[in-house]
């Protein structure tokens, strides 16, 4: 029979296989031409090869570098991240065996007794020993994709997983990054607590000296108890949060709070300065968009492999050895080979179910497209919020310090007038009140600051140095 040449690409395409998934593009995204709170950002350049490392360094702080490497290696929430991106590629393996024939070895050694009574057997029964030692191949023709979209979608879950594992490093890195900043805050704020408590005892002291010579009144002595208290008090409850702070620390790193501390450590409340770079980067830095991506992918794959329950599934078969009962096992006489079965399985009838599978995957890409939008959308926020509170947080700081100075000089100034006797002690009161109030509002923005860097590294998806999915994933 003569083949039409005509008819050849035809043939050559149906054996190598051809896809029923949709061609796929990424989506576009537009990307602002610069952050609405920051100006004068340039367009971005790929990033996939940058290189990547400790960005928590900046603070300049050893026993934050401490944490994170402890952070690193024992917390358990990074360890069930990578155990699920192990299960991410195996599973991608799995698949890619179905691209390759499936071949086994087989083993066996029968002894039986014929009855004398068989059929011409002439009433002499017989013992035979049959010896069989081969194997199979079998292999399904991929003639419609649905193998290999199944295995292009399972590789994309695996990138993905990867983009997760990155994610759950960074929401790690950052959380220990958060909550140290915040408990050195604290630690900054019980220093102020305790001079402010000297203080107050001293004035106490002044009022108590003053009222036993007949010169002030009890009133101005249990003014001056009542904030000397309140600041007592409220060292017990900085201690109280610290403590609390201390332990989900603890639990960050993958210790146990009994057996965990960190020493009180006053130090001043640097935030260092993070670049947020161009809009356009944060589509390339950002592993939680990589993997939206990569799960849009996948589903795209999977509408392939939905559409190819359509067309009929052909596997080929061939087995081959050697077998005797009589004489050498491997010689030719004992060689024995078959081709098949091949066969071409086709549902003529299935009451919609692969329609309905059809629109499920439709769906499913449907749902990872909008999860991709809405994970580029909430990125964008949350880069504009992090500028926004670093910038209006370090103007806030200005004047802050400002007030607090201000603040200090009055309380200073109206205890001198209350000694002399040009005032009374509710402006002593007052002033000392309110200076606590702005030196503690102060101690509260720099924290801010600190923890506002932090939150900005992590809408970055790392500032400068940090693991990126795509590497993770190869």
Known sequence: MRIDRRATPFLLALLAGCSMAPSYRPPETAAPAAYKEVAGWTNAAPQDDAPRGAWWEAFKDPVLNDLEKRAETASPTLAAALA???????????ETS????????????????????RVMAQGNPLTVTDTRVGGALDYELDLWGRIRNSVKAARADAVASG??????QLSLQTAVADAYSRLRGLDAEADLLRQTVDAFGKAYQLTSTRHDGGIASG??????KTVLSNARAQISAIANERAATEHEIAALVGAVSSDF???PQVQALDAPSVTAGAPSELLQRRPDIAAAERRMFAANARIGVAKAAFFPQVTLGLTGGYETTNGSLFSTPSSFWGLGPASAVLALFDGGKRTAQVKISRAEYDEATADYRDTVLTAFRQVED???ANRHLAAQSVDQSKAADAAGRTSDLALTRYREGASDYLEVVTAQTDALTAKRALLTVQTNRMRASVALVKALGGSGPLGDAQALAR
Request: proline letters at 2%; a positive charge.
């Open 219 to 224: 009133i101005d002595v249990n003014r001056s």
């Open 261 to 263: 501390s960190i020493a």
């Open 386 to 388: 992090a500028i926004a």
């Open 84 to 94: 699920r991106y192990d299960q991410a590629r195996a599973v991608a393996r799995v």
């Open 163 to 168: 983009s997760d594992l990155a994610s759950a």
């Open 98 to 117: 179905a691209l390759f024939p499936q071949v086994n070895a087989e083993a066996d050694i029968t002894r039986t007794r014929l009855s004398g009574n």
